[in-house]
């Protein structure tokens, strides 16, 4: 399955006899599947609909769907509101009680009044409502498909950055194996300085259980085996799931908070300056393959 970023847009046209329509949709980041959906009124029945085929073809984001309709007015037939006419003349005739020497209105006047002339959609039966419906959701299908189709455009751009910084980190890692601090002579000489110099900082007068104690304590310090093998561990994870593809985003997530994890851990059990660098780089590396892994779907 190929990646998918979260991010992208999509408009698609449509028309069926008077009526024309846009559908445009728009996506973020987002936790999980987050939809709001905008749609003119009387047309509520499709919501449900809309919302299956965003369910889908979409597994996270946060995605805005908004329908906005035009009917030829051609079509519109001009009516008398009847209640807002009523409501005019009976004004007039008020104002003609208090008012005597009151020039009457003129007709033009009474019928420009607001809301007496009003626009009225022909009505449809339900067939040819049905058969509008149906089209409004096959356009809405095609703008689907528009955006899924940029979304995963993204998504394959994101997954070369993330392969990329994947194998950098698989090359500072195995640099960390072969560091010459790392060998076992070096660190039982590094040892043997160290407890030489406690013991002349404590004229010779430490006790051999705490002398023991503080090599054993120097000895696990220095041990980074653990910290590599999950690294290592966590490197072959990613590229297993990148190669599954998919909505694979808060998995990849998790693995990038392990990989901080370890690289903190590497730092603090440091005592090499050469480690150190390699630890800040891996950390360098893994903010930055996060930020791109938020994206992914």
């Known amino acids: 399955m190929a990646l998918a970023s979260m991010t992208g847009f999509a408009r698609a046209l449509g028309e069926s006899g008077p009526v024309r329509w846009t559908w445009e949709l728009r996506s973020v980041n ?22 299956e085929r965003c369910g889908k073809l979409l597994r996270r984001g946060n995605v805005s769907v908004g329908l906005s309709m035009q009917r030829d007015q051609s079509e519109q ?19 003609k009680n208090r008012v005597p020497d009151l ?3 003129s007709l033009d006047a009474i019928l420009a009044q607001k809301g007496v002339f009003e626009l009225k959609e022909p009505e449809e039966d339900e067939a040819v409502q049905a058969a509008l419906h149906n089209t409004l959701l096959t356009t809405l299908d095609a ?47 590094r040892l043997k300085r160290q407890l030489a110099e406690l013991m002349d900082a404590s004229d010779g007068q430490l006790d051999p259980q705490r002398v023991h104690q503080e090599a054993v304590f120097l ?50 059990k440091s005592n090499d300056v050469d480690l150190t660098a390699i630890g800040l780089d891996l950390k360098s590396v893994i903010d930055q393959m996060r930020e791109q892994i938020q994206n992914l779907e």
């Open 143 to 189: 703008a689907l498909i528009d955006l899924v189709d940029m979304r995963h455009s993204e998504g394959q751009a994101i997954g070369k950055v993330v392969r990329d910084q994947i194998d950098r980190i698989a090359e500072l890692t195995q640099a960390a194996e072969g560091l010459p601090a790392r060998k076992p002579d070096a660190i039982k000489a």
């Open 103 to 105: 020039a009457p209105p």
């Open 30 to 51: 987002g936790k999980s599947l987050d939809l709001r959906i905008r749609i003119p009124t009387g047309l509520e029945t499709l919501e449900p609909k809309i919302r």
């Open 219 to 268: 000895a696990t310090k220095a041990d980074i085996r653990e910290e590599l093998d999950r690294l290592h561990a966590h490197v072959a994870a990613v590229r297993e799931l990148m190669d599954t593809g998919g909505a694979i985003g808060r998995r990849l997530d998790f693995l990038a908070q392990e990989f901080n994890r370890e690289a903190n851990t590497l730092c603090s």
């Open 77 to 95: 037939q001009l009516q008398v509101n009847e209640s807002a006419l009523e409501a005019v003349l009976a004004t007039i005739d008020l104002l």
